[in-house]
């Protein structure tokens, strides 16, 4: 069976490039770049390296670079160790209902820890409102945390914008963009960000590795003491096959992102377009054109469960996803469409595509041959479908 | 080569040891087999609980289903299981009634809602790791459903409910088996995460059988101190609320009396539990609706029987009439023996031999008293 993997917002593969990068510092340049000797030299080095080629894909300094164990902890990092830093000045944080977990569930534990906190809603194309956002800001808020592009709907919030507030007022602004790396240019100093979240696995690094772009003089609490690596922010010996694949992965996003970016815009609207076309009663959910990442497609698919869809879709071999999946697997309505205003019924036959660097044009056409049927077998079983067929044939 | 294409089944699969070698052997007879675990409760609620939703349960599931290389997926049927599993045992315990959500969890949502998803996924038949027996009587055309190969296994008890439709694409192969031979079987596949398990006692969604408390949490208002009384309405003391006691029990009442008193009735109108002695627990009559047949398409004439007025309960004689003054198919059933604690919300099953020949919800207690129920299994 043909296998068609469009869930590159999920993972994504190692590029052999990447790989090949890594080999060396598994069994021949092991040491550790604490080290004084040799080894430790040649470790440190690389070290160095890949922070470089981290950085200058954001445009920032190396020695603002920490790397951590992937976009997760990096979220994290940024919000308890500047909220722990910037207590004396405020408790005051704001954020967007749209935001992936590891940064909601970071700001909603410092809510409940004597923390206020302020959620901006999104509209219906799920992007925020700047003018909501201006009116959110107190004389003590310290930290605003807003992603640059949304892993379920592609939506791209106004960075550079909301960088220019933050920076008018002497707040610190930070930044999700583990989906945006390597797909849209990211300039942390014309955007005025000053904390950044990326992660390896989505730009064909490997899993385990993320780093935290700290602008310098931002004063951040450590959140894991021992050795002091890191500049003391994260101390635990550096994963450093994982560091130099990140920073490969980076390089090579670098190299191709125009050009790469243009070939999956093409490839994105072929197969939003193909499914308007063939299936009726569809929804996109989140802004068409440049307002939307490259390679995410999301749409509701009326009168069918999103869960059947996926299930169906993965029985010819295609790997889609729905909402978010929880820990065993199954799913909920995602937050991202309840917040854009779907109602339940439509947020969950929500299905998103998420295409890469091996999708082809081809491979859409696989899925634009088998989705419409799977789509009419499904709703052939919903009464709703029936129901809605014989008004507009009535009419 | 076949040109048909293999017929496509989809397995329950709860990470246990039936429902794994339910989906081995139906793969061994040429099935195209899917597995799903049906997650119908938030896991990871209390941490340590054991039930059929917790992680481990779901990661063992898809373990085996990995092992067996067949397809496996979670489905989520929390909502649906909420609204008619959930909230009908909560319901049914505040009306004063002891209801079985096992019952309800195979009706609603097993053999309709898993089966409506079944279809969607190209499937002729959904299975389960139940011990029971389905096969077509060819004379009549009917659908008859049989008691398990293992008599002490027999699980036919909790599939009284099933329609001529629903078991024509029902798959239940673990019927012909004993399960000391399903065990044995599922070693020698080298399923050893689920081989040896216990089989699983408690209600799903309440793995430490506190009902009550469970039922509290979620119904407050449920909380209705009141009178216990005797037969005559004797007031004998106070009680913490109808929902913590069941017909038949003696232990627990939290008042002691002079002689060993039962349950004999619940009121929840009044908040009255009914108390008497051992004696009148036993009962000759009990009454039942909401019935479903299958063996015979209706009851025409009274039928001598075997019943069963509980899962566990053995076998009884009995008559099994129409009450005549009744059109909603109210049944009255005339035991030979006198039997204990008939309980109201509970499934009376009747057999015939080895065949099930229907069952319905049981409305009287030992006092003979009846009481319509308005939504039950």
């Known amino acids: 069976m043909q296998r068609v993997y469009m869930d590159h917002s999920a993972t994504t593969p190692v590029a052999s490039e990447v790989i090949e990068a890594m ?4 069994s021949e340049k092991y040491g550790n770049p604490s080290s004084v000797h040799s080894f430790g030299r040649e470790a440190k080095v690389a070290l160095e390296e890949a922070r470089g080629q981290v950085a200058a894909l954001i445009g920032a300094n190396p020695e603002e670079i920490t790397f951590t164990s992937g976009g997760t902890e990096a979220d994290n990092l940024a919000i308890f160790g500047a909220a722990a830093a910037y207590t004396k000045k405020g408790r005051h944080l704001i954020t967007t209902a749209i935001e992936h977990h590891a940064v909601l569930e970071s700001f909603e534990y410092l809510e409940k820890n004597g923390y206020e906190l302020t959620i901006l809603p999104v509209d219906a194309e799920g992007i925020i409102s700047l003018a909501e956002l201006e009116k959110a800001l107190r004389p003590d808020t310290i930290l605003i945390s807003v992603m640059h592009a949304n892993n379920e709907v592609g939506s791209i919030q106004p ?99 125009a050009a790469e970016a243009q ?46 869809l996926l299930l169906s879709l993965d029985m010819v071999g295609i790997a889609a996803s729905s909402g978010s999946a929880c820990t065993s697997g199954s799913l909920d309505p ?30 859409v056409d696989y899925v634009l041959d088998h989705l419409p ?23 | 080569m076949m040109n048909r294409r293999k017929k496509r089944v989809i397995v329950g699969m709860s990470g246990g040891v039936d429902s794994s070698m339910t989906a081995a052997l139906l793969k061994e007879e040429g099935y195209d087999v899917i597995g799903v675990t049906l997650q119908v409760w938030p896991s990871g609620d209390a941490p340590g609980q054991k039930g059929c939703c917790t992680i481990t349960e779901i990661d063992d599931a898809r373990r085996v289903a990995y092992q067996l290389g067949i397809p496996y997926y979670v489905m989520n049927f929390r909502t649906y299981f909420e609204e008619h599993v959930v909230d009908y045992f909560t319901g049914a315990y505040v009306r004063g009634e002891t209801p079985n959500p096992c019952l309800a969890c195979n009706r609603y949502v097993k053999f309709t809602e898993l089966w409506r998803k079944a279809q969607g996924l190209g499937a002729d038949y959904v299975a389960t790791g139940h011990y029971a027996r389905i096969c077509q009587d060819q004379e009549r055309g009917r659908w008859i459903l049989a008691k398990g190969l293992d008599a002490s296994k027999d699980q036919s008890y909790a599939l009284y409910m099933l329609t001529q439709e629903q078991l024509s694409h ?7 088996y004993r399960k000391a031979r399903i065990r044995e079987m599922a070693r020698q596949l080298g399923l050893s995460v689920v081989a040896d398990k216990p089989d699983s006692q408690e209600i799903c969604f309440v793995p430490d059988r506190d009902y009550a408390g469970f ?69 000759q009559t009990l009454w039942a609706m909401d019935m479903n047949w299958i ?23 009995a008559v099994v009439s129409a009450e005549m003054s009744d059109s909603a198919g109210c049944v009255q059933v005339d035991f030979s023996q006198r039997q204990r604690a008939v309980t109201p919300g509970q499934a009376v099953v009747f057999y015939q031999g080895n065949r099930v020949l229907g069952g319905g919800t049981i409305i009287s207690d030992p006092l003979g008293r009846k009481k319509r129920i308005p939504f039950s299994v």
């Open chain 2, 215 to 283: 039922i509290l949490r979620r119904k407050p208002e449920a909380a209705r101190p009141g009178n216990f009384v005797d037969r005559q309405g004797t007031v004998l003391g106070r009680h913490q609320g109808i929902l913590h006691y069941t017909v038949g029990q003696r232990k627990g009442l939290g008042v002691t009396f002079a002689k060993p008193m039962f349950v004999i009735g619940l009121d929840a109108e009044h908040d009255e539990v009914i108390l008497g002695e051992n004696d009148q627990t036993y009962t």
């Open chain 1, 373 to 395: 049927q799977i789509v009419e077998r499904l709703r052939v079983m919903s009464p709703l479908y029936d129901a809605v067929k014989q008004q507009s044939t009535a009419k």
């Open chain 2, 295 to 317: 063996a015979i398409p209706a009851l025409t004439g009274p039928l001598p029987v075997t019943a069963k007025i509980r899962y566990r309960a053995a076998e009884a004689e």
């Open chain 1, 159 to 257: 960075i550079a914008e909301i960088g220019a507030l933050a920076k008018e007022r002497g707040i610190w602004f930070h930044v999700d963009a583990v989906q945006s790396l390597g797909k849209l240019p990211i300039a942390v100093q014309e955007m005025h960000v000053d904390l950044l979240t990326v992660s390896g696995h989505k730009i064909y690094g490997p899993k385990g590795i993320g780093a935290l772009y700290a602008r310098k003089g931002v004063r951040l609490d450590a959140r894991a003491f021992g050795g002091g690596q890191e500049k003391k922010r994260r101390s635990g010996t550096e994963n450093l096959p994982g560091i130099v694949g990140f920073g490969k992965a980076c390089e090579l996003a670098g190299a191709h992102l």
């Open chain 1, 334 to 363: 995602s937050h991202v469409l309840l917040a854009m205003g779907l109602p339940h019924e439509i947020a969950h036959g929500s299905l998103r595509f998420s295409l890469g660097t091996q999708n082809s044009a081809e491979e």
């Open chain 1, 23 to 26: 080999l060396p510092y598994f």
């Open chain 2, 170 to 176: 029902i798959l239940l192969p673990l019927g012909e």
């Open chain 1, 263 to 308: 070939r999956l815009q093409k490839l994105r609207d072929q197969l939003l377009q193909g499914i308007i076309d063939r299936i009726p009663y569809v929804k996109i959910n989140g802004p068409v054109g440049d307002q939307r990442l490259p390679n995410n497609v999301n749409v509701s698919i009326q009168y069918v469960e999103g869960e059947s």
